[in-house]
């Protein structure tokens, strides 16, 4: 099941790229967008909703619900994600774009959730919409208006996760059996986070340099380009120059052939 969700979003991503003209130009583009973003804020209060009133892990007793604090990468992915559907924002994209297509894909190769939740349980459902819809948002807007994320505002995300990281570090520290962003702890069921070492500050410097070496990664299609044009001008520049000293011998010849024509018949003339 988890490998249909995977394949449910490419081939929903390849929909939308083949007809994004088609979408682009349609009257209820508008409308779908708004779908998307409402279906969003819905899972995501949903989630609360089974916390506060199903329970997680058989009660929903006030140190579960303190240790639920919104402070987590994948719910800041959503909100951020609908708040670009229905603004048409491309300050908010460039968060989304570093965020979704970088954190917010890890889950996908490690999902914990399938370790103790299944098809027949709605957590599965929602966890799966949760990381899918953002990415597929961000791809959408790509496609369809044509956004691109400038590399050069890369320092959006990083402060954005800057803030929930430093949130997450005084809940995690103050808050027993608190584990946002998966700083303080390992989780349940397999997950790349469980590999990292416990202690909370080492963590925090691993994360920062997997993050780094994400952003550059999804920076370069955008990176590659700029630079190839780049030599491109430069090259063009440089033959430009080769080319002006070549010209003015060129025609410093002439004027001196020209010159020597004019004495030689000046001098006939005399004789």
């Known amino acids: 099941m988890a490998f249909l969700a995977i394949i449910l ?6 929909l939308v790229y083949r007809y994004r003209e088609r979408i682009a130009a349609w009257k209820g583009e508008e409308t779908l967008r708004f779908i998307i973003a409402a279906v969003l804020i819905i899972n995501e209060g949903f989630y609360y909703w089974r916390v ?26 959503a909100y951020l994600a609908a708040f670009m559907l229905m603004k048409k924002s491309r300050h908010i994209f460039d ?17 914990a959730v399938i370790e103790y939740t299944g098809p027949t ?14 990415v597929f948002a961000v791809f959408y807007m790509m496609f369809v208006h044509g956004f691109k994320a400038n590399y050069r505002k890369v320092y959006k995300p990083f402060a954005l996760l ?15 059996g608190a584990n946002f962003m998966y700083l303080a702890a390992t989780t349940d069921g397999d997950s790349i986070a469980n590999i990292l070492p416990q202690n909370i500050w080492i963590r925090l410097v691993l994360y920062l340099g997997i993050l780094i070496v994400l952003f550059a990664l999804v920076s370069l299609p955008h990176i590659i380009p700029e630079l190839s044009a780049w030599r491109k001008k430069k090259a063009a520049l440089a033959a430009e120059s080769a080319d002006e000293p070549q010209a003015e011998t060129a025609e410093t010849s002439e004027i001196a052939l020209a010159a020597a024509e004019d004495t030689e018949d000046t001098e006939k003339k005399n004789e």
């Not at 199903?54 to 992915?77: A, D, H, N, R, Y």
């Not at 349980?121 to 953002?134: C, K, M, V």
């Open 9 to 14: 979003l490419v081939a929903a991503i390849l």
């Open 52 to 77: 506060m009133y199903v329970g997680s892990g058989g009660s929903s007793t006030p140190k579960q619900l303190i240790t639920k604090l919104p402070l987590q990468v994948c719910e800041w992915s």
């Open 95 to 111: 968060i989304c774009y570093y965020i979704c297509l970088t954190l917010g894909v890890i889950p996908f190769f490690t999902p």
């Open 121 to 134: 349980y709605a957590r599965y459902y929602q966890f799966w919409f949760e990381h899918t819809l953002p």
């Open 162 to 176: 800057a803030v929930l990281a430093t949130l997450a570090i005084i809940a995690n520290l103050n808050i027993e």
